[in-house]
């Protein structure tokens, strides 16, 4: 078995078991890509089992930080089986669920989602990658589908230095899918939609957000970056009177206004608008236009702390025009879905945006991703996703 051994002191994270080993870390040795390697301290000491990532800053991932376990096929089944378990315990309202989640389930860089019966997998690390068959074998197993389509196509392959692939692995047939989600239904295509076709992670917040609206009685709706309409059917759900929902992506707005009419609601009340969401919020503005409630959704823009500073002029511009915006009374859902941005730090995002708009709002929630995205003890990197309901005073 190759190994790397670190530099002295560089061993504290992997003795609190956290999965990331960095190429500054490693003192010498080295492998394939994907290859597992014994990871040792400066002195000998075992400290984990890792995929080897030679292209990588991550320099390589544990699979395991117990000595007497073996990288091999059924390790990975055992793997797999408990995830798939614990997604079964967690009783998730919808048959769309998120059954692999990467470090948090023990296997790095490995992403699995389920629509219905179609299961669709991201290998984004070289570890992954040089188990897919394994994986995909396993998978298929554990869970007793036929059908498994990749989606390897995230930015993040090429930091592993994997090109792009996407395509059925196992079984084939179509790729556009409906899903059942609370009372709604979506549809989305697998082989195109964001991340593995649909945002499982908003799952519960969609719902908390139809709750909202119908308690404050909202009539005018403002959801922005809105993909495929997911916060716009809760919006309807909850009894408003009108939708207003911008994306700069045409094909996503159709799919959005797809879905609406899936529900049944009357599309007379959806505004669907393909436009820039900053300069929308400012003619808004100028226009005297106000909403009851209103959805902040950007996408990710800082993958890690580096991007923070740049990022938080952004969000802070965002929320500044959102809170303008929001009549008193209103309730304001926004989000941050950047690993470069804590939960602290975007709170102090939003309220500095209120106070450059004038605006202060009691903090009624704090919101993060459905409980099939989980967040462990030792890997906090988990909680990508953090969201504040504001009500403005």
């Not at 078995?1 to 956290?18: C, P």
């Not at 499982?200 to 139809?210: E, G, N």
Request: proline share 4%.
């Amino acid at each position: 078995m190759k190994a790397i051994r670190l530099r002295e002191g560089r061993e504290r994270s992997l003795l609190r078991r956290h999965p990331w080993i960095f190429d500054s870390a490693v003192a010498r040795g080295g492998a394939d890509a994907g290859e597992t390697v014994r990871v040792e301290a400066h002195d000998g000491r075992f400290l984990a089992w890792a995929a080897f990532s030679p292209a990588s800053r991550m320099r390589a991932r544990a699979w395991s930080f117990g000595e007497a376990d073996r990288i091999e096929p059924a390790f990975f089944r055992q793997r797999l089986a408990a995830a798939v378990a614990l997604r079964g315990r967690l009783q998730v309202p919808s048959d769309g669920v998120r059954l692999v989640h990467g470090e948090s389930d023990g296997l790095p860089g490995f992403v699995v989602d389920r629509y219905g019966d179609t299961l669709v997998a991201q290998f984004l690390s070289a570890g992954a990658e040089r188990w897919k068959k394994v994986l995909a074998d396993a998978l298929l197993e554990v869970t007793g589908l036929a059908r498994l389509y990749e989606r390897s196509d995230a930015n993040s392959r090429g930091l592993e230095g994997l090109p792009e692939a996407t395509g059925w692995l196992r079984g084939d047939g179509p790729t556009e899918v409906v899903v059942t989600e609370h009372a709604w239904k979506f549809g989305l295509d697998i082989a195109t939609g964001h991340k593995t076709g649909f945002y499982l992670d908003q799952r519960d917040s969609r719902a908390r957000f139809a709750q909202w609206v119908r308690r404050f009685g909202s009539q005018r709706v403002l959801n922005c970056y809105c993909y495929t309409g997911g916060f716009t059917v809760a919006a309807m759900a909850g009894g408003a009177a009108e939708v207003t929902s911008i994306d700069s992506s045409a094909p996503a707005l159709e799919r959005a206004r797809a879905n609406v009419a899936l529900n049944g609601f009357d599309a007379g009340r959806a505004e669907f608008l393909d436009a820039d969401v900053n300069a929308s919020l400012r003619r808004f503005i100028e226009e005297g236009r106000t909403f009851d409630a209103i959805v902040l959704d950007p996408p990710k823009l800082a993958p890690t702390v580096a991007h923070a500073e740049k990022a938080a002029r952004a969000y802070k511009d965002i929320n500044r025009l959102g809170l303008k915006l929001l009549a008193p009374g209103g309730v304001l859902f926004t989000y941050s879905c950047s690993g470069g941005i804590s939960a602290d730090l975007f709170h102090k995002i939003v309220a500095s945006a209120g106070a450059d708009a004038g605006v202060d709002g009691y903090i009624a929630e704090r919101l993060g991703a459905a409980a099939d995205h989980p967040m462990t003890l030792a890997f906090p990197e988990g909680e990508y996703l953090k969201g504040l309901v504001v009500i403005r005073k």
